[in-house]
Nanobody
Framework: QVQLVESGGGLVQPGGSLRLSCAAS????????MGWYRQAPGKQRELVAH???????NYADSVKGRFTISRDNAKNTVYLQMNSLKPDDTAVYYC??????????WGQGTQVTVSS
């Protein structure tokens, strides 16, 4: 059974930082592209960042220079370090593991709220 368990969300003031974690089980983690997506109220889910098995990363323009995605294959965990947070970053953040159309898995999501 595949499980992706996110943690690290919460309430933070503008300009603050959070680190999200996603622990995976039930998959061969090292072969998956791992990603973070987010969905704000009334908006579509959007890609935040993803990291390939070899470590190549890709970021949405809105988070470049502020967010960093990383992975630890020994711990089956992917991280999202979020700095200089803005109110527009408020959303539910979802972890994704993708290897193929049939092997595409989602976590349950973790709420990030940026507000003073």
């Amino acid at each position: 059974q595949v499980q992706l368990v996110e943690s690290g969300g919460g309430l933070v003031q503008p300009g603050g930082s959070l680190r999200l974690s996603c622990a995976a089980s039930g998959i061969i983690f090292k072969i998956y592209v791992m990603g973070w997506y987010r969905q704000a109220p009334g908006k579509q889910r959007e890609l935040v960042a993803h990291i390939a098995p070899g470590g190549t990363t890709n970021y949405a323009d809105s988070v470049k220079g502020r967010f960093t995605i990383s992975r630890d294959n020994a711990k089956n965990t992917v991280y999202l370090q979020m700095n200089s947070l803005k109110p527009d970053d408020t959303a539910v953040y979802y972890c994704n593991a993708y290897a193929s159309v049939r092997n595409n898995h989602w976590g349950q999501g973790t709420q990030v709220t940026v507000s003073s």
